[in-house]
């Protein structure tokens, strides 16, 4: 199995919006609706922000939002902040009782 | 609140096995219920799921590491613990343990990872 595909890197202007990609196959973010998506702070363990493509748990700001479309998801945070800077990781299920990950993007506030 | 608890030594000889502890605490029926598992992080690079285990005891993992990995829950002291045998280099990372309510919906805490390095 390979790992989903992000884009290394993302930036954008305070107040400004982005949106990371995370593009699978027909097999796991084409195939089911369970798209989890996790920020990371440097040092730090990561955090669940969004979770089955488009819920936000608890406590996670509505400026974080998620979406599919065919084999890729998206996150897309609006409004960034500097506490935003962060790198983030997108998971989905993949059949069979199995899980895989994104590579990570480094978002950049700038 | 729960909390996990990450134990377990940082460095392993190469063939050796890798075994760390994740401790649950706080809360009624920690492992009891629930959905558990361990990821991983080699340096500079993305998460790597490894495995998880459910309160029942059922098991799942990922392929690629099936063959070495076992991951287990002891309800009676509330750990929950993974074994990796026959290291080497590539399994240098940090590994989290973390927990969830099914596969399908993410990890929604996590423990304070461990740095585990593979060398002689």
């Known amino acids: 199995q390979s790992a989903l595909t992000q884009p290394p890197s993302a930036s954008g202007s305070r107040g400004q919006s982005v949106t990371i990609s995370c593009t699978g196959t027909?097999?796991?973010?084409?195939?089911?609706?369970?798209v989890s998506w996790y920020q990371q702070h440097p040092g730090k363990a990561p955090k669940l922000i969004i979770s089955?493509?488009?819920k936000r748990p608890s406590g996670v700001p509505d400026r974080f939002s998620g979406s599919k479309s065919g084999n890729t998801a998206s996150l897309t945070v609006s409004g960034l902040q500097a506490e935003d800077e962060a790198d983030y990781h997108c998971?989905?299920?993949?059949?069979?009782?199995?899980?895989?990950f994104g590579g990570g993007t480094k978002l950049t506030v700038l | 609140q729960v909390q996990l608890q990450q134990s377990g030594p940082g460095l392993v000889k190469p063939s050796d096995t890798l075994s760390l502890i994740c401790s649950v605490s706080?809360?009624?029926?920690?492992?009891?219920?629930?959905?558990w598992g361990w990821v991983r992080q080699p340096p500079g690079k993305g998460l790597e799921w490894i495995g998880s285990?459910?309160?029942?005891?059922?098991?799942h993992y990922n392929p690629s590491l099936k063959s070495r990995v076992t991951i287990s829950v002891d309800t009676s002291k509330n750990e929950l613990s993974v074994r990796l045998r026959s290291v080497t280099a590539a399994d240098t990372a940090v590994y989290y343990c973390?927990?969830?309510?099914?596969?399908?919906?993410?990890?929604?805490?996590w423990g304070q990872g461990t740095q585990v390095t593979v060398s002689s």
């Open positions: 973390a927990r969830g309510d099914n596969i399908l919906t993410g990890y929604f805490q």
């Open positions: 706080g809360g009624a029926t920690t492992t009891s219920i629930y959905y």
């Open positions: 285990i459910y309160y029942s005891g059922t098991t």
């Open positions: 027909s097999s796991d973010v084409g195939g089911y609706n369970y």
């Open positions: 089955e493509v488009n």
């Open positions: 998971s989905s299920y993949a059949g069979s009782n199995n899980v895989i």
